[in-house]
């Protein structure tokens, strides 16, 4: 059974950083596209940031510059480092697998259960 654990959420103040990871037990890793979405409270689950098993990267507009996702093959784990953090970041961050790659829910099949960022002011 495949799974994506989730870690590395908290509390940071705006401005600060955290950086995500998701750890995940999946056969043939490398050949997965993974992502990290988010869902803030009353809102959709959206698109955060992808990375293909090329290696290309994908952000949304509101995070370029700020966020970095990256992935080691080695070890089976995606990680999202994110910089420069605003109130407006915070969110449940879900990770997700698939292989193919796009940047919405209905383009994965395999996701994490989620951890909280929490960006106060």
């Known amino acids: 059974q495949v799974q994506l654990v989730e870690s590395g959420g908290g509390l940071v103040q705006a401005g600060g950083s955290l950086r995500l990871s998701c750890a995940a037990s999946?056969?043939?890793?490398?050949?997965?596209?993974m992502a990290w979405f988010r869902q803030a409270p009353g809102k959709e689950r959206e698109f955060v940031a992808a990375i293909s098993w090329r290696g290309n990267t994908y952000y949304t507009d509101s995070v370029k510059g700020r966020f970095t996702i990256s992935r080691d093959n080695a070890e089976n784990t995606v990680y999202l480092q994110m910089n420069s953090l605003k109130p407006e970041d915070t969110a449940v961050y879900y990770c997700?697998?698939?292989?193919?790659?796009?940047?919405?829910?209905?383009?994965?099949?395999?996701w994490g259960q989620g951890t909280q960022v929490t960006v106060s002011s």
């Open positions: 999946l056969r043939t890793f490398s050949r997965y596209t």
């Open positions: 997700a697998a698939d292989t193919q790659t796009g940047t919405t829910v209905y383009a994965y099949h395999y």
